[in-house]
């Protein structure tokens, strides 16, 4: 997905909260922004929104010298959303409202305004929401036949309802061969290896580093390893938009998008009602 | 004043604004976006927001073909000021009250999300507010002993709540040549000439304009004609944050601020809380 013209006071507001939360200092608060202003004065209509973001993120860490502004968000995210999944009654979970969990955990980002205490009291009701695009017959079908399954995250907090939705896939397809990926370091509040590592994924999954801090899978940017793994899975499931943003550009049917359509770019490009959740083919 | 933290989304926010309101073409909303991301990756540490600002919304202008997207807006806003001053009982209004009613005209700002419908309901409950700097006292004194005094307007609708306040200064200080300034041409929701005119200025001062769209009073630009008057005039009154962010800079004792500091920066800058009403002599 190439920019929307809406994409460009988005990345400039979040670049607001990376110094707001990342620096006290007005004068580094100062000069992340310009360099902010700087980065983004070379955008260009082919420019995809989650990599020139991660580009300019990266670079008011730097100048603010702040190399992970997130940290203590990601924390209390993955803190409460264990606890809320943990709370959840998994026994007699089936493995489509483990996958719909796995879309209403994806509400969890802090970068478009969430505030991770309404987690639990968010998914009771995001529940009783339908898919507005189903494609999950689908993908449980192709999953039956599929020798490896190569799952994208996105979010921290968000991980603990992938991982419920992993176990229930591991379950329900034990032969599967399943890869999840992190980032390879910190990213606004992206998941990383570490907090895949944490999150105890190794029990179902082997986790893997897309080898880049760049936010979804810019396949020029990611290491040997991960494109290798890449090559090989015979499905990939993509959550978030970062992912999205990165992947609608090669158009790969191996891929299934799972995410909320939260902001108006996304909602145009797949053609839903902003806030619409998806279990969607890419195209 | 100088560029702070937040001015830079800011401007972001509202180039976003003008493109939603100055085309319906999502193709030229995103060629508008992508030329303001451009001219802002031009902004250095002493960028003043006024002028830095202007230069990039009038840059977005040209490229969406917009020449006054605002047009609408400000025509609404006057409509609606002119009704709200016209049922204010004015026969025994005193100066002070006028000031203040000045400076409550003051919110009516598009461009920082006030909407135009909520003027009259707005205007009783802020003449209730106290000014958090009040020099008013000291500028009444000065305009005692001036011979011309210079007003800057800021806004569409609160112009005609600086009519009312300058046919009460008109009243009060007889002998007084008010100049009354109004931009060039069509800035945001700013006043022009045009507007000074037609709200019907001429009956207690003579109109003139900066000599240029930039919003504020950026003196590298302004007219010859205007210069000339600035440079006369014993007494400033510099209505709005734009004629702050350029005036500022200069330091000239003349010049008295009426204001609501909207915005952190300029609540930072004056050395009081957001959103309070000053009538501040210049530091």
């Known amino acids: 997905m190439k920019i929307h013209y809406e994409c460009f006071a988005c990345a400039a507001n979040q670049c607001q909260k990376i110094v707001e939360i990342g620096t006290e200092d007005l004068g580094l608060r100062k000069r992340g922004i310009i360099e902010a202003a700087k980065l983004m004065g070379r955008i260009n209509e082919d420019s995809i929104p989650a990599v020139f973001d991660s580009e ?7 100048v603010i010298g702040n190399d992970d502004p997130f940290k203590d968000y990601k924390e209390l995210s993955n803190r409460l959303a264990e606890k809320v999944v943990s709370d959840i009654e998994k026994e007699k979970m089936d493995l ?30 995001m529940l009783g929401e339908e898919l507005y695009v189903d494609h999950s017959d689908e993908l449980f079908d192709r999953l039956g036949k599929a020798k490896i399954l190569l799952y994208l995250t996105d979010n921290c907090g968000e991980i603990y ?33 570490e907090d895949l590592e944490r999150a ?21 940017r990611v290491s040997e390893e991960f494109r290798e793994v890449f090559g090989r899975a015979d499905l990939i499931i993509a959550k978030g938009q970062g992912n999205f943003e990165t992947l609608s550009e090669i158009k790969d049917d191996r891929v299934f998008y799972l995410l909320r359509a939260k902001c108006r770019p996304i909602a145009r490009e797949l053609r839903v009602p902003q806030g619409s959740m998806v279990c969607m083919r890419a195209m």
């Open 96 to 125: 489509r409202t483990a996958l719909k969990l796995a879309i209403v955990g994806n509400v969890i980002d802090f970068a478009v305004g969430y505030s991770p205490e309404r987690i639990g009291e968010d998914v009771g009701a």
């Open 56 to 62: 300019v993120f990266l670079g008011v860490y730097r």
């Open 200 to 220: 105890g994924f190794e029990e179902f999954a082997r986790i893997i580093s897309t080898g880049t801090r760049i936010v979804g899978v810019p396949l020029d």
């Open 161 to 193: 309802f992938d991982r419920l939705f992993i176990g229930k896939l591991k379950e329900a397809f034990p032969h599967l061969k399943i890869y999840v990926a992190g980032k390879e370091g910190p990213i606004i509040n992206d998941a990383t290896v």
